[in-house]
Nanobody, 122 residues
């Protein structure tokens, strides 16, 4: 069973927009944390955004004001709306799901999608 399936990646010019989608299975739909990560060639994976089941969100400084994470509980789907894209946003994007550690309010992600490529040209 595939727990998370991403879609929506592609190639755009600088300043363009893309929306990524991530559909969750029954195993992952009710997980408290849903997130998006990215990994560029030669770089470590970095967190981009997360949304909790209560709707609260958190973003990496590099994407604040440009990216928006959202979720549709009825469709078991969470999204990443990406605007004003820059070449430095080029990466493989992965969606994730996991549990919240109430002690420190951090999420531990145990489910990952297969990744979708986003390429931004200058």
């Amino acid at each position: 069973q595939v727990d998370l399936v991403e879609s929506g990646g592609g190639s755009v010019q600088s300043g363009g927009s893309l929306r990524l989608s991530c559909v969750a299975s029954e195993n992952t739909a009710t997980k408290y944390c849903k997130g998006w990560f990215r990994q560029a060639p030669g770089k470590e994976r970095e967190g981009v955004a997360r949304i909790l089941i209560d709707g609260s969100t958190k973003y990496a400084d590099s994407v604040k004001g440009r990216f928006t994470i959202s979720q549709d509980m009825a469709r078991n789907t969470h999204y990443l709306e990406m605007n004003s894209l820059k070449p430095e946003d080029t990466a493989m994007y992965y969606c994730s799901a996991g549990d919240l550690h109430y002690s420190d309010a951090n999420c531990e992600y145990s489910y990952w999608g297969q990744g979708t490529q986003v390429t931004v040209s200058s």
